[in-house]
């Protein structure tokens, strides 16, 4: 795709004066997608989520575009078919490589999600049924799921109750989804972020937290999902026991 080969680098920029910039015109209608497109990816290491910026049209296209997304999985991890010998792809393609890193680590709109924010179950079943046949011919299957995983905390609740909707945790309990699974702990894991001490406190609560999803997604018929979700509750009671004992003040 040569509309991510840009060599453009956002250097010597005020990143607070160029993510505003890029704020406005993903705000102003006049701005066509692809020209956001190609901003966005220039820019791509100004734009941090937690800084208020986000590159919009790029994760947008991601969770809409099955081919795109596995063209930035391509990117970012080798097939399962390739010759591990092969040529390296030089300094350009490593930049490349490392842009794409950034927008699958840094990317939050969940497949399914409509840019008004809706979310459709059958959108994202068909997106990743997509996707999974994409992958599986270009032997990127599992690292591809994995991947996606990480993006699936962000769902939103399901309309009849449930914590997630129905149409992902569907996804996450299927016999072979244990890399989406995985990837889904590991992303919940991460999502924490630095804590303080509290004696096990904050680690018990959230493995009550855990626990709780854990029963709710059991009573909806989602019995491997309810075990990795139990499995993530158990280390941080693991953690929280380990917390409890230990000094605040050492070393």
Known sequence: MNSIDTDEPPR?????????????????????QEALFRIEWAYLPLLDHDLGSAPRTLELRLATDPSFFCEII???FRSEKDDWTKQDVGEKGKRVAQNAYRLLHEWQKVPGRSPDGAFNGDAFSKW???????TKESGHYMIAMEQIGQVLPHSPPDPNGLWIHCAVAEALDKKDAREMRSGF??????????????AGKEEREIARRYREQAEALEGN????FAAA????AKGYERAADQESKRDPFED
């Open 12 to 32: 010597g920029l005020d990143q607070h004066a160029m993510t505003e910039i890029i704020k406005s015109l993903q705000d102003n209608p006049a701005t066509t």
């Open 221 to 224: 018929g989602f019995p491997r």
């Open 128 to 134: 990743l049924e997509e996707v999974s046949h994409r």
């Open 229 to 232: 979700m139990r499995k993530l």
């Open 185 to 198: 702990t590991c992303k919940l894991f991460n999502m924490r972020g630095v804590h303080g001490f509290t």
């Open 74 to 76: 391509a990117l970012v």
